[in-house]
């Protein structure tokens, strides 16, 4: 098989990402590049509603060999962990990177700089962490990037909350999306995660994200290169109404979408204020989430 190019090698060469740049820098002049569409003048210093202003913030980064299998390989995710989020959940499991956004800052040249050196370091991918309140800074990463020699795929991995405008000006830049779908319903959603319109604009954003990238594809060595990964992680007492999310997944998306139906939950963060957060997913729940994926008839559960 021949090695699979990223498009953003194409887009970089033409000048086409130079002035997707452009475009999305303009938008943090008055920021909407998610759903809650805040107008802060981050570019001015004002903080949105993530609380990110206008320098990157990161908080890790280095090969990651607790992501899917498909990602992982033997060299291992280069995972960058973004600080801040479009999202407040309260059973946040970083919440201390998340919320409080522990990190520091980098120019999207210190960016690319690390992108070279985890693939230097075998690195299969570069996995982008909670990328959506930093897409225009890091998309100028992956122009300095591509001009030095970047040529594993980019893997966006979002809490699904992202706006369609913005991921259309990420089409053939992104490789793989992997969004984790949270919740099945709007309802309770601002409580939750702060987000009351939640599961109608992730549904959105997924949508455009499969028009972009299509089914998973992995080589001979089953390492993913391109298309769409869903995540959703399943929570106690159905809060999360699993069934809703996979029923979308199936009949809006592709029963031969790959899924990766998550068990790990447990109370963090302020769950412990939430009666119905506060204890750990039992066996049963997850059986029966695993259950209703196959009575839908999804084939790529990973």
Known sequence: MKKYQPQYLKLAKTGELYDRIQLLRRILESCTLCPHRCRAKRLEGEEGFCRAGAKMVIN?????????????????S???????????????????????????EISPDKLAQI?????????????????SHFVPQIVEGVYHAAKRGLTIPLVYNTSGYDRVKILKLLENVVDIYMPDIKFGYNEKTKKYIGAGNYFDHTKMAVKEMYRQVGNLKTDGNNLAYRGLLIRHLVMPNNLENTEKVLEFVSEEISKEAAVNIMPQYYPSHKAYMY?????????SEYRLAIEHAKNLSLTNII
């Open 78 to 104: 280069g995972t960058i962990f973004f600080s801040h989020c479009n999202l407040r959940c309260v059973f946040c499991q970083n919440y201390r990177i998340s919320h409080r956004g522990v990190g520091y």
């Open 115 to 131: 992108m070279i050196s985890l693939q230097k370091k075998g690195c299969h991918n570069i996995n982008l962490v909670t990328p």
């Open 60 to 76: 890790s980064h280095g090969p990651h060999f607790g992501e899917e299998s498909v990602l992982v390989g033997r060299g291992g």
């Open 275 to 283: 009666p119905e957060l506060s204890r750990r997913l039992n066996s």
